[in-house]
């Protein structure tokens, strides 16, 4: 699902809000997401996982293109570990 195909989908459960207003929720629920993991801190949605972040070590990487040693710096980059019901959901046999 893609971003517009949920703002429809919210739009289409809530008739009372106009699509303007679903819009703006929808933004600021992930640029909330956005800014606490920024800041160094984990969003927890009881029933769906939890985001954080997790620390890469710098290391020497390779241009694929020229074959050429390259440095890639530290990063830190996002992760989500889904919950318990979100797991039991995809597992269902």
Excluded: C, W
Excluded at 12 to 19: H, I, S
Excluded at 27 to 34: L, M, P, R, Y
Excluded at 37 to 59: I, K, M, N, P, Q
Excluded at 68 to 87: H, L
């Amino acid at each position: 699902m893609i971003r517009s195909e949920l703002l429809q989908v919210l739009a289409r459960e809530n008739p009372e809000l106009r699509l303007e207003d679903v819009e703006r929720a929808l933004d600021t629920f992930f640029d909330e997401i956005s800014q606490r993991l920024a800041d160094g801190g984990r969003v927890e949605l009881r029933g769906f996982g939890a985001f954080s972040t997790r620390h890469r070590d710098g290391r020497k990487g390779r241009n694929p293109r020229t074959g050429e040693s390259v440095e890639v710096p530290e990063k830190r980059v996002p992760y989500f570990k889904p919950g318990k019901e979100m797991r039991a959901r995809l597992n269902v046999e």
